[in-house]
């Protein structure tokens, strides 16, 4: 049962390297490199886990679907691992956009304190108890009714105390207790956790706040904008409302297109639609008010730019100190 890191590429490339691969160096150095992915990819996940501990993959389409550690291909430090979607008995119009590191799936207590939120494109939001996918099996199961043209766009282990906020693409976002979400069955659809507006509006992302004291929350926007603000802003409010200002949405703006939980140790990967790629640290990002516009974070070149997604990651400074000790607080 020897100790994994568990890297995931942007682009969803997966693989495990042992934990001794990842030898602690002394502080100042110039760190080894992490993984050699391709030309535009990069690390967007890492978690530590043992040989034992289970992977769950989630789909768009709501299916769930369990990888045992060891049968995560092996791959050295700087490989490139092994595409996901070939590794799963995944249909070729759905993709694996969640994923949950368990470490004790066989445990009865652990699995009934335990909660899977799944949110979707249209504000859907529902909480099981993780007891229910916890008996794997070989063609996955379902894991949320879907209705047509929606989607699960995000997926959180709880333990039942976190705030959970959800944000839409025009601008609002909305705080509630996730005891305000009653527990229901695998196969249910959920109930409504946003009120969207009705011109194509749709949720961008959700995020559990476990540490509202070093946690704060950053928003990006279409055309580069983007800001951080405190928890406390956003007041709590009941599920289901249509939330308050998170973004002052602009011509100058565009739609929100990403809300992430992030500290002052994240670095923040934005990724445009014509392929460039940047990386900045979130703590040169100051912290203002909720309603303000933010501050530009990228110039968008061309003039039909746009973002195309926004990955939290670990700084780099973190993540070349992969050490034993503190392995399993970064990936967190």
């Not at 495990?16 to 030898?23: A, D, V």
Request: glycine fraction near 8%.
């Amino acid at each position: 049962d020897d100790e994994m890191i568990i890297t995931i590429s942007h682009m969803g490339y997966i693989k495990r390297t042992p934990l001794s691969e990842f030898r602690a160096q002394n502080r100042g150095g110039v760190g080894a490199k992490g993984s050699n992915t391709r030309e535009e990819d990069f690390i967007e996940y890492i978690y530590p886990a043992s040989m034992h501990n289970y992977m769950l993959f989630f789909t768009q389409k709501g299916k769930c679907y369990w990888l045992k550690v060891y049968e995560i291909p092996e791959g050295a430090k700087n490989s490139k691992g092994r595409a996901i979607q070939n590794m799963l008995n995944i249909e070729s119009d759905d993709k694996v956009n969640a994923f949950i590191r368990v470490k004790k799936l066989q445990d009865p207590e652990y699995n009934m304190s335990h909660n899977l939120l799944f949110c979707t494109r249209k504000g859907v939001i529902k909480k099981t108890k993780l007891e229910a996918y916890s008996r794997p099996r070989q063609n996955g199961v379902n894991a949320i009714t879907i209705r047509e043209d929606d989607q699960v766009i995000q997926v959180r282990l709880t333990t039942g105390d976190s705030q959970i906020i959800i944000a839409n693409k025009n601008g609002r976002a909305i705080r509630f207790h996730e005891s305000a979400v009653r527990e229901m069955g695998r196969n249910a659809t959920g109930v409504k956790g946003m009120t969207l507006d009705n011109n194509g509006d749709e949720v961008v992302g959700m995020i559990c706040v476990n540490d509202p004291e070093k946690e704060t929350i950053m928003v990006v926007s279409e055309q580069g904008y983007g800001k951080r603000s405190l928890i406390e802003d956003y007041r709590i409010t009941n599920r289901g409302g249509k939330g308050v200002k998170t973004l002052n949405i602009t011509d100058k703006t565009g739609c929100l297109v990403a809300i992430k939980c992030v500290t002052d140790e994240n670095d923040l990967v934005i990724i445009n639609k014509s392929g460039i790629t940047l990386r900045m640290k979130v703590a040169d990002v100051r912290v203002m008010g909720r309603a303000t516009q933010g501050v530009r974070l990228i110039n968008l070149e061309k003039r039909n730019d746009e973002i195309a997604s926004v990955c939290k990651v670990l700084s780099e400074s973190v993540d070349e100190n992969l050490q034993d000790d503190n392995v399993t607080e970064v990936a967190e």
